[in-house]
């Protein structure tokens, strides 16, 4: 068998979850939901939730009253950020151990460039060793670029092994809908059906300037190279760089009083500004989100004259945003996001 560069994709199986089943054995087959304070009747979303309580419907991202509404007999815990990075920095310490380039993409996974002539071998050895360091079960999708990779994890899921590339990719995903695509989520691939796009078949097949026409010309055609299983190959052991810091509250009682919301900006303002401080990079543009009762949430943005890290500066550039707002409606959610400089490509 010739020896080969393969991409893979490794991906801790219910990360949080399962990183709180580990100190909760006691929760095992149990249905549990991470977020917030683990107090359903709060205001705060769904962190993520295991196996069992998603089959209840349970989504990453869903408010906490409407899981508990799905499943009352789940199990609310509050977020343990702290905990969760100190399992996923043992995690890519273990992936470092491998002879692989070892790309992080966040807590739960990362991209390994592996050269081998059997990448289920390979792939086996890292679930054994992750198992082995953390007790955790994770799932690596085996491809010949990044796209592939990703998206054969999914078929891997639970705690399997999946094996997607150019040989397999037509009759793997044919016949699936756009939004299977790794960057085509719901909304986007409602459009996509509106324009005759429903399954990957077929937007592989259209036509780039179409594309282009209908959905600009940077996406139109990359959705096309989607289809076609195209992507990146290289992965890169580069740090990951953020693109930007944010904060933001989730109010228990409804936000009126715009002196009230005017003072949470501020607070959140400065909050972010000691980010970016803490960064070491001047922030370039400055975003303030607004959630209006029950669930509507709009986001605005300014560049900034020049980047920067002061705290003055960031703070009124936050209540100038805030002015675009219309705040004739109750406020459920604040959040200030200052956003970095890109880097040169």
Known sequence: MPTTTWVLHVDLDQFIAAVEIARHPELRNRPVVVGGTGDPSERAVVATASYEAREFGIQSGMPLR??????PDAVFLATDAPAYQEVSDRVMARLREFPAVVEVLGWDEAFLGV???DPEAFAAEIRHAVQEETGLSCSVGIGDNKLRA??????AKPAGIYRLTRENWWAVMAERPTDALWGIG?????????AGFTTVLQLAGADPEDLAARFGPR???????LAGGISDAEVTATPYVARSRGRETTFQ????????????????AQRVAADVAEEGRPAARVAVKVRFAPFFTHTHSVTLPEPTSDAAAIGRAAHEVLGMFELGKPVRLLGVRAEFPRPPE
């Open 253 to 268: 009682q409804d936000l009126t009083d715009p002196g009230r919301i005017a003072d949470e900006i501020d607070g959140l």
């Open 186 to 194: 719901r909304k986007t691939a409602k459009k996509l059906a509106e």
């Open 219 to 225: 996406l139109g055609p990359w959705y096309r190279l």
């Open 66 to 71: 409407l899981a508990a509404k799905r499943c």
């Open 150 to 155: 990703k998206l054969a994890t999914g078929f």
């Open 115 to 117: 050269t081998t002539a």
